[in-house]
Structures are given as structure tokens and as C-alpha cells.
Nanobody
Framework: EVQLVESGGGLVQPGGSLRLSCAAS????????MSWVRQAPGKGLEWVST???????????DFAEAMKGRFTVSRDNAKNTLYLQMNSLKSEDTAVYYC?????????????WGKGTLVTVSS
């Protein structure tokens, strides 16, 4: 059974940092493309990042400001865990953050999702 379990969310002040984790099981994690997706209160799903197991490429949404190191995705294949390091958090980053597994990237969609972890950025 495929399982994705996110953790690490919580309340953080603007400018603070959090690291989210996604523990994966039930599939070959090191051969899977994974994504982070978020949903802000009252809004739709918003793609954050995708890390492709082939070649190790990682893609980010513009708001992640990856080149500035604001959001960084990493994976530990030995631990079957995906991470999202978030720095310089803003109030607009408040959302439930989900990790998801791609059936086949990019041709097919994300076939499994975790239940999410809530990140609240507020003073």
C-alpha cells in the first residue's frame, strides 16, 4: 500500500523557517518523481515543486524563489523521505502542504497524495 505522510508543519513568524518531511512507503521511492503542492485557505491547489528521479532535476514555482534559497527540495532515498526546506516565510505561504507521487512524469498525473501538513505564517 502506497503511503505518503507529511510532517513538520506548524506556526511560524514571518521571516522564519520550516522543514517539511514526507515519509514514503509502499513503492520504489528512489525511482519516483515527487512533488510538493499546497492549498491556501479558501483557494485551489498550487504546485510548489517537482523533483524528477531521472537525472535528479528539480523544478520550482516562481514564488518559491529557489535561486534565492527560499524553498529547497531534497530527498533522502535511503530513508524514503522527501523534504521541503522553506526559508524567509511570508504570510502568503500559509497553506496545507501536500506531497504527491507521480504515476509517470510528466505524461501522467500525480496518483498518490498525502493528507498534508498545515503551515501557518503569522505574527
Amino acid at each position: 500500500e502506497v503511503q505518503l505522510v507529511e510532517s513538520g508543519g506548524g506556526l511560524v513568524q514571518p521571516g522564519g523557517s520550516l522543514r517539511l518531511s514526507c515519509a514514503a512507503s509502499g513503492f520504489t521511492f528512489d525511482e519516483s518523481t515527487m512533488s510538493w503542492v499546497r492549498q491556501a485557505p479558501g483557494k485551489g491547489l498550487e504546485w510548489v515543486s517537482t523533483t524528477n528521479w531521472i537525472g535528479g532535476s528539480t523544478y520550482y514555482a516562481d514564488f518559491a524563489e529557489a535561486m534565492k534559497g527560499r524553498f529547497t527540495v531534497s530527498r533522502d532515498n535511503a530513508k524514503n523521505t522527501l523534504y521541503l526546506q522553506m526559508n524567509s516565510l511570508k504570510s502568503e505561504d500559509t497553506a496545507v502542504y501536500y506531497c504527491a507521487k507521480w504515476e509517470i512524469w510528466p505524461s501522467y498525473g500525480m496518483d498518490y497524495w498525502g493528507k498534508g501538513t498545515l503551515v501557518t505564517v503569522s505574527s
